[in-house]
């Protein structure tokens, strides 16, 4: 069986078929469900801040909301899903059933990886649909009772750079599915994943502090700490481009770029990474 496996092409249509399988099954999750649910509930409250005079800067405010909600609950979302899509094949021993196809273990990880991941993006999706909604609507109706906050009577909120925003966060997304992946491959608990995929998230958002610490202090121990603290885990911090987005800054397309080679390249490190692990896992 050894022998046969090593000698079989490796194929791009069993990932998908791996990964369409996955989706279905996430979306059939009822976290999955509750989080719709709560994507609706985030376009029917924003319809409250009618009752408020805020001006133009209540458009704002909206935006930054919708921008945190993509990024907490997308993070947490990607968290637990691929979690429990991965390791859930491993508790209920139906990987068994799986990899004893003709089938590579590293298309399983690609393709448990990929359905996670569409998942995630799908919600991002459906959030950035409200949070469009949500400002269009809102925007219209100040522009409607306050013109004078508006310069020549034009909008103001750039919809395409909101657009942007919701793709940079499905690559931040696609890094962080990836890390749980990993640690799924030799995890002995779901849990243990989960946990492990939220402290990456949050020293991956306090990255930037660590590279600047790098340049602060003299000893060359914590140099060395520092770097490869910077190195082996991602600066999340650079895919928190909201703020700007949500002042009304147009990003120049080399920034765009930058991040999409910056997420491919973790990615596919940490991908091959769990490769590597989940073929030496005896299951």
């Given at each position: 069986?050894?022998?046969?496996?090593?000698?079989?092409?490796?194929?791009?249509?069993?990932?998908?078929?791996?990964?369409?399988?996955?989706?279905?099954?996430?979306?059939?999750?009822?976290?999955?469900?509750a989080?719709?649910i709560?994507?609706?509930?985030?376009?029917?409250?924003?319809?409250?801040?009618?009752?408020?005079?805020?001006?133009?800067?209540?458009?704002?405010?909206?935006?930054?909301?919708?921008?945190?909600?993509m990024?907490?609950f997308?993070?947490?979302?990607?968290?637990?899903?691929?979690?429990?899509?991965?390791?859930?094949?491993?508790?209920?021993?139906?990987?068994?059933?799986?990899?004893?196809?003709?089938?590579?273990?590293?298309?399983?990880?690609?393709?448990k990886f990929?359905?996670?991941?569409?998942?995630?993006?799908?919600?991002?999706?459906?959030?950035?649909?409200?949070?469009?909604?949500?400002?269009?609507?809102?925007?219209?109706?100040?522009?409607?009772?306050?013109?004078?906050?508006?310069?020549?009577?034009?909008?103001?909120?750039?919809?395409?750079?909101?657009?942007?925003?919701?793709?940079?966060?499905?690559?931040?997304?696609?890094?962080?599915?990836?890390?749980?992946?990993?640690?799924?491959?030799?995890?002995?608990?779901?849990?243990?994943?989960m946990?492990?995929?939220?402290?990456?998230?949050?020293?991956?958002?306090?990255?930037?502090?660590?590279?600047?610490?790098?340049?602060?202090?003299?000893?060359?121990?914590?140099?060395?700490v520092?770097a490869?603290?910077?190195?082996?885990?991602?600066?999340?911090?650079?895919?928190?481009?909201?703020?700007?987005?949500?002042?009304?800054?147009?990003?120049?397309?080399?920034?765009?770029?930058?991040?999409?080679?910056?997420?491919?390249?973790?990615?596919?490190?940490?991908?091959?990474?769990?490769?590597?692990?989940?073929?030496?896992?005896?299951?």
């Amino acid at each position: 069986m050894t022998d046969s496996r090593n000698r079989l092409s490796w194929s791009l249509s069993r990932v998908f078929t791996i990964g369409i399988n996955t989706f279905r099954e996430a979306v059939r999750m009822k976290l999955f469900i509750a989080m719709t649910i709560l994507a609706m509930c985030a376009l029917a409250s924003s319809f409250l801040f009618r009752e408020f005079n805020f001006g133009s800067s209540e458009l704002k405010f909206i935006a930054d909301f919708g921008f945190g909600g993509m990024t907490v609950f997308g993070s947490a979302l990607a968290v637990i899903v691929t979690a429990q899509l991965f390791y859930g094949e491993i508790e209920h021993r139906t990987a068994l059933t799986l990899l004893a196809k003709p089938i590579h273990r590293s298309e399983f990880v690609l393709g448990k990886f990929l359905g996670s991941w569409f998942t995630v993006v799908c919600f991002i999706g459906m959030l950035t649909l409200c949070l469009l909604f949500a400002l269009w609507f809102r925007e219209t109706s100040i522009l409607a009772e306050y013109p004078d906050e508006f310069k020549d009577g034009l909008r103001i909120v750039q919809y395409g750079e909101i657009v942007w925003f919701s793709l940079v966060q499905a690559l931040r997304i696609g890094i962080l599915c990836s890390v749980v992946v990993l640690f799924s491959t030799y995890a002995t608990s779901s849990l243990f994943a989960m946990v492990m995929g939220v402290l990456v998230w949050i020293v991956g958002q306090l990255q930037h502090i660590a590279i600047e610490a790098r340049g602060v202090v003299d000893s060359v121990v914590l140099k060395g700490v520092y770097a490869i603290a910077s190195f082996s885990l991602p600066n999340f911090h650079l895919f928190d481009v909201g703020e700007k987005l949500a002042l009304g800054e147009t990003l120049p397309g080399s920034l765009y770029l930058k991040l999409l080679a910056y997420a491919l390249l973790y990615s596919t490190f940490y991908l091959a990474v769990a490769s590597a692990s989940f073929n030496r896992r005896e299951l």
